[in-house]
């Protein structure tokens, strides 16, 4: 089976930069993927690493190590509407399947 | 628009009763899923199907059911025999089942009284 594990809450000023990390556990790997998600709301698809290293779409950024069973997601700019709950979430085998496992979620609150 | 429904948004049921949450997607994504929020929890798998009828168990099927009899449509029931049914429940899609996307609708929040 798979598992992640991520900080639970992390609190950050506007305007800073925030690192949420994720380390994994499975049995075969098939990328790292993040998600966003308001209160209330769907979460929403924000970045994909299948590779190691950085991959960066705007003001996020999502780094991975295989090696070290290692991501990170990375928000500069740091902005009130971020303040949400990110998630990671890996593919792994099952049964012939390939089912997706999301972590518990880390909490991010923005403060002025 | 091209997306994923769910209704009702909020639904409300006495303990032992059944109940059927829908889930509707014009997409065109072969692979379908059911998860379940609870509060302060991540998203667990109750239920995913990669093609027209077919479908396996998750995590955490125990006490619910599914069907795929369409391509768009994978509704979920929640029935008497899940202890805990009370949480927010949502579907998602995703073109394949290796596919790393996945698109999520809106959720149902159901409680059971």
């Known amino acids: 089976g798979q598992s992640l594990e991520q900080p639970s809450e992390v609190t950050a000023v506007e305007g800073a930069i925030v690192q949420i990390n994720c380390t994994y556990q499975?049995?075969?790997?098939?990328?790292l993927s993040w998600y966003q998600q308001h209160d209330g709301g769907a979460p929403t698809f924000l970045s994909y690493n299948a590779l190691d290293g950085l991959e960066e779409t705007g003001r996020f950024s999502s780094f991975l190590s295989r090696s070290d069973s290692y991501g990170y997601l990375l928000l500069q700019e740091l902005q009130m509407k971020d303040s949400a709950s990110y998630f990671c979430a890996v593919r792994g085998p099952s049964g012939g399947s390939y089912i997706p496992t999301f972590g518990r979620g880390t909490s991010l609150i923005v403060h002025p | 628009d091209g997306g994923i429904t769910q209704s009702p948004k909020y639904l409300f049921r006495k303990e032992g009763q059944n109940v059927t949450l829908s889930c509707e997607q014009n997409l065109n994504h072969d692979a379908m899923y059911w998860y379940r929020q609870d509060p302060g929890q991540g998203l667990r798998l109750i239920y995913y199907s990669q093609i027209v009828n077919d479908f396996q168990k998750g995590d955490i099927a125990e006490g619910y059911s599914v069907s795929r009899e369409k391509k768009e449509s994978f509704p979920l029931t929640v029935t008497s025999a899940q202890k805990n049914p009370t949480a927010f429940y949502l579907c998602a899609s995703s073109v394949g089942e290796t596919t790393h996307e996945q698109f999520f609708g809106p959720g149902t929040r159901l409680t059971v009284l």
């Open positions: 499975t049995s075969g790997f098939y990328g």
